[in-house]
């Protein structure tokens, strides 16, 4: 995980804990927004960690090339 992943997800995650509070305290039309807010940021880290996925199986994929000739029979 690098670190913009985890700032997002740990913001994301701080935002649903002020909603919370925010939601018992002044209700929830209150706090909805910051729930919004923190399911978008959510979404895009599952986005950025679904493509690093991706390429890391795609580079696992490709066959290595060996530095020596093909010798023929």
Known sequence: ????????????????????HQTMVL???FSYSL???????LFWFQLRRNKAREISESQAKKPVKSNKPNRKR
């Open 1 to 20: 995980m690098k670190l913009l992943d985890a700032i997002i997800f740990s913001v994301a995650l701080a935002l649903i804990v002020v909603g919370i």
């Open 35 to 41: 729930f919004m807010f923190a399911v978008g940021l």
């Open 27 to 29: 209700g929830i039309g």
